[in-house]
């Protein structure tokens, strides 16, 4: 699997994680990209937004809770990101003028 596709696949399981509220609006403010990605709008402190992009660094799990689709015992594929190749991403998103920042969130492994 190449970066762009685990960088797709791990953008869209990114989006059930609820803790990122941003903007604390409806879910009809983020903006799914043309490339599966998931860009929220971040509430600054002075009143306006910032598109952050939204991505899990890993969705190998060791952990089995019900609620989670990314759970140890259910079956479906699992992808890491090293930090060099997620740190690549960004850059390149940023650089475009696509987003300002990046809520990172993951999966509990090891």
Do not use: H
């Not at 879910?27 to 992009?53: E, F, K, T």
């Amino acid at each position: 699997m190449n970066r762009r596709q685990k960088f797709a696949a791990l953008a869209r399981a990114a989006q059930f994680d609820l803790a990122c509220a941003c903007g604390g609006g409806t879910a009809s403010q983020r903006r799914r990209g043309d490339d599966d990605n998931w860009i929220y709008p971040a509430a600054l402190p002075g009143g306006g937004v910032a598109p952050i992009l939204k991505v899990l660094t890993s969705s190998a799990c060791e952990r089995d809770c019900a609620y989670c689709s990314l759970r140890a015992g259910n079956d479906c594929a699992r992808y890491t990101f090293g930090a060099d190749e997620l740190a690549a991403i960004f850059d390149q998103l940023y650089r475009q003028r696509r987003i300002r920042g990046a809520f990172l969130s993951s999966a509990v492994a090891g």
